[in-house]
Every structure is written in C-alpha cells, then in structure tokens.
C-alpha cells in the first residue's frame, strides 16, 4: 500500500475532494435569491465530473511549492468556465444535447433561458472568485483574470465552439485539431499555468508545464474521440477525428501524445517529472 | 456660444467621439477570424447607442482628477457588458426582440448560435479589456474586476433578467424598484465606481457618486418606461411602471428621482457638484 501508484491515487483523491468542496463553498447558496438560478449553476457544476482542470492546476502549484490552499480558489474558477462552456454548448441553437454527464443538461431541467443564463452566470463567477481570491497577490490575479478571459475567448473556447458550429462534414486533420485546440487545449494549458502564477514559477517551468498541457489536451481528445466509436457508428457523432484518422491511428496519437505530455515535464526538471505519475491516472478510464 | 450649456454640450460630444473611438480599437478586428463572430460583436456594441454608462465613468474620473486616457478601457469595458446583456436578454428565448436600436436585434442578424456567443464573448471581453488597461495598477484592476462582476452576477444584471423572466403579469411596485435596480441601476452605479476607483476617489466622493448613480438608473427607467406608452397601449410591452403608477405619477417619480441625483452631487462637494449639468444633456430626449 505504500508503492508509488498507492501514493498518486491517494494525493488524486485528496485533491479531488478538495476541489468538490471548493466548488460546494464558491458556488452561490440555492437558498438564496435568485433560486432557482442558483440551483441551476450548482446543477451544472456539482455533477460528477472528473475535475481535471482544477486537479492539474492543483498538482503543478503544489509541485511548484505554492500552498494548496492559495490556489484552490483560481483552480475551481476554471472547472465553473468548462462547466459553462458545457452549459453553452449544450444548448437547443447549439449542440441541442438532452443529456450531460449522465444527466439531463441544464436546459431540459431548468429551461432555455435559465440555462443561458447559468453559463453567463457561471463564467462571470469565475471572475468574481479570482479577484476576491483571499491569498493570492494584486499581480497574481490581474495575470489571472487576462489569461483566462484570453483562454474564454474568440481564440480559445468561445472561438472552437464556433468552429464547431462551421465544421464542414468531412473536416482536415488540420481544422480538427485547430478546433480541439481551442475547445479543449487551452484550457488545459490555462489550468498549469494558473497553477504557476499562483505559484510565481520561472518561465523555464511555465514552458515546460504549457507543452505538458497542450499535449494532455490533444491526447485528452484523442481518447474522448475513440470513445465516441459508438455514437459515430450510430450516425450520431458530430466532428470526430475517429472518422478522419481511423481508429489505430488515433489511439497511437494519442499514445504518442501522452508519451510527449511526460517527456515534457521530464525537461521541466525535477520539481514537475514527478506529474507524469498522474498522468495515466487522470485518464484512467480512456487508458484502462 | 460661449455659455455653461454650450461648453457641457461640447464636452459631452467630446466624451462620446472618445467611447466611439475607444470601442472601435478595443473590440477585436472583423478582419481577424473568427470573422463572423467578430463582426456580431462589432455590430452588437458599436449600433447606435447613448454611451450614457462609460460616459458616467467618464465624467466622474475626469472630475476627480483623472486623466481620460487613464479610464478609458475599463469605460468601454461598461460599454460591453451592456451590449452583452441586450444581445442575450433579446434572444428567442428571453425577450425575443427582432430589433434593437433600430436595427435587426443579433440573433434576427447573425442567427441564435452566434448571438449566444457573442453575448457571452462581450462580458469575457469586458475582462480581458480591464486586465489590460496600460494605465491602471494592479489594485484598481483587481477592484474593478470584483465590482464588474458583482455588478453582472444573479444580485446584478443576471438576476434582474432572470427576474423579469418570472415577473408576475401585475407585478408590485416593490417588485419592480428591484428589478429595475438590478436591470439598470446597478451598471449605472458601477460605471460612477469604475471612475472614482481610477481616480482613487476618497470614500465620501464614492458615496455620493453612488447615490447619484442609484438615483439616475431609476430616472432612466422611469423615462424608458414612459417612452413605452405606444408599446404598451398596443399591448406590446412587458414589465412597466407605467401600468402600475399612471402616466403623471411616474413622470412625478421621474423628475424627483433627477433632483435628488443632482442634490447627491452637491452632497459630495464642489468636485462633483458640475456633473449635475450634464444630466439633463443626458437624458434630453427623456427630459424635452
């Protein structure tokens, strides 16, 4: 029980803890006015979800030698931003998805308008929760609030989604990833390197944890995209790189991918090699 | 020409030419993709509008001593997030509006999808405008991002739309007060904020600011709603304290809620006093 896979999965599952009950304490209060608001933004954020974007800034804050508890704040503001963008994507004039996380999206069990609401509600709160952030510096959080309002926007999230919406049926290799790029791989890289301001890491371990991300990031939608086999076959998948590469290419991408995450942090140094045992973990299910 | 009246007209000119001019380089380059979403986000802030919020902001700085330059973003920041609750609060599924300021309303323009995410990439803009004024430091950015999302969070602009979706056909009076605090007031109070945080206003200054502002955004309401006569005996309008209060008793409120405004300015000292003049200028359709 003592060997180093024993070790990660208990510190994963300290962190995760952390992060749910960060979430539960950020988020507003059901029982205060309005409502019905805020139990749906509650709804869209406390549903199980694997929080890797908190967790990977978590991680690198702490293996930068930066208190948990500094970070913790910034690290829920990002799982509120995903937990909008799903929100948004989700909706009728967008992706129309009845269900999220195995539950019905936010817009079959609150509405329409509530759902919009919520998303908008829910990326302006991760704003909120930065700049009132109680450890964290002026500098720190003016470098926050840039970074992700530039990873929301129209070259990041906000910009896939729309990507998305314009994707032609049979898309290049290199629109897709393009479009993961912005759908998921800024975020991810967001996630490290919140966790390095927070932790005022040097610029040589800011690069080092960006190219760790960004490669999580594609290797994050190679498998997500293996796991659509089935939607695809059902005629019900939207833009998937299954249908452009074929399955053994994908899966070696995304080996390969993962492969160059970990060399990544091996460049990084000694401080950050160490998050390559974490990296299998956090993907547990795609890598099982 | 040379009279009090000709010398505020001109400056209020002066002011708006700026707003234009500041939003014009600030919002992202149609030019640059993702062309589409650009150009809503151009045609969102940059219609037609009164610009009376950064111009708030604007005044109230320069009053105190601020360069104009120094508080220029953060008041087209205002001007942003206003677009950005328009565009969404006239989706199909809120308001449904086909126009606004006398032009096809975003959705109606660009379609459902794109005015979503023009909605929500105007507030993150709003942000990312804050985090990067050149001539703001670190502690009036961070201020001025926690009052901004306050200001748009479910005690602010979200929760007065979220309000209005669920007002009663003949809602009270109480009822309404709040809804329009949340729905105007509450940017009209920031926007004095936003100057007197860029001016490093000393704390009574800020208090007599905000009773101006609070004031001002309940003037301008009552004016909106007396504007809404034709809709309402066409049996077009919503929510109006027009219904509730009779035509003379709302312009009563009106005019009473302007006087107590300028009285405010006068409270705060001979800094503040001057801006009472613009007042009416900027109200003058609302007050000829």
């Known amino acids: 029980m003592t060997e180093p896979l024993a070790l990660e999965r208990n510190r994963l599952a300290v962190l995760r803890d952390l992060v749910e009950r960060g979430l539960e304490e950020l988020l507003p209060d059901a ?20 929080r890797i974007r908190p967790i990977l ?11 948990l508890a500094d ?41 329409e308008d509530v759902a919009v609401l919520t998303g ?13 952030a ?34 032609a049926p049979e898309p290049t290799l290199g629109f897709l990833s393009q479009l993961h790029h912005e759908k998921t791989g800024v975020l991810f890289i967001a996630a490290v390197e919140v966790g390095a301001l927070a932790a005022g890491a040097s ?15 594609l290797a994050f939608q190679a498998f997500d995209d293996l796991d659509d086999e089935a939607d695809l076959e059902a005629g019900r998948a939207g833009v998937n790189m299954l249908s452009v590469l074929g399955r053994d290419a994908l899966r070696d991408e995304a080996a390969r991918r993962l492969s160059d995450a970990k060399a990544a942090l091996v460049e990084g140094g ?5 998050l390559g045992g974490y990296v299998d973990l956090l993907f547990r299910r795609a890598t099982a």
Request: aromatic share 2%; proline share 8%; with cysteine.
């Open 203 to 217: 610029p040589g371990a800011v690069q080092a944890l960006r190219v760790f991300a960004r490669e999580l990031g």
């Open 57 to 67: 800034a978590l991680l690198s804050a702490q293996q930068l030698g930066c208190p």
């Open 71 to 111: 970070v913790l704040p910034a690290a829920c503001a990002l799982e509120m931003i995903h937990s909008a963008s799903l929100v948004l994507d989700d909706l009728p004039c967008m992706d129309d998805a009845d269900t999220r996380r195995g539950q019905p999206s936010v817009h079959v069990r609150y509405g």
């Open 270 to 274: 000694p401080e950050l090699a160490p």
């Open 31 to 50: 029982g205060d006015p309005p409502h019905r608001l805020h139990a749906a933004m509650r709804y869209a954020v406390l549903s199980p979800g694997k």
């Open 134 to 167: 109680p450890h964290l510096n002026d500098a720190a959080k003016v470098a926050m609030t840039a970074l992700l309002s530039r990873t929301v926007g129209t070259g990041g999230l906000i910009g896939g989604q729309d990507k998305d919406l314009r994707a």
């Open 120 to 132: 908008v509600a829910l990326l302006n709160e991760a704003f909120a929760v930065v700049s009132r």
